[in-house]
Nanobody
């Protein structure tokens, strides 16, 4: 599976962005999808995930209520709608596919495929 993340950019605090993760090579309908981010000098951290059974969603506390993950399996694409962005959301955002199940979706080590990342910069 090849994943292509896009949609990042430079925005002001309070603005919105929608990230897309387009998959190719295999259908993602049976894969959980996740979004992670990494700020300079920090570890990669979990942002959000969506499983492939019922579309249950998971969020980091820091983004809950502001970010929404979704998937369109017909388009082989996952999305991350980010509203009310804050400067602390500044990071490179990565999408990932977890092909082995629906457990431990917050753990980046569980994911099998990663996109190249898209930069999100939020100015104050």
């Amino acid at each position: 599976v090849q994943l292509q993340a896009s949609g990042g950019g430079l925005v002001q605090a309070g603005d919105s962005l929608r990230l897309s993760c387009a998959a190719s090579g295999r259908p993602i309908g049976n894969y959980a999808m996740g979004w992670f981010r990494q700020a300079p000098g920090k570890e990669r951290e979990f942002v959000s995930a969506i499983n492939f059974i019922g579309g249950r969603t998971y969020y980091a506390d820091s983004v809950k209520g502001r970010f929404t993950i979704s998937r369109d399996d017909a388009k082989n694409t996952a999305y991350l709608q980010m509203n009310n962005l804050k400067p602390e959301d500044t990071a490179v955002y990565y999408c990932a596919a977890y092909t082995s199940g629906n457990y431990y979706l917050r753990d980046p080590k569980m994911y099998n495929y990663w996109g190249q990342g898209t930069q999100v910069t939020v100015s104050s």
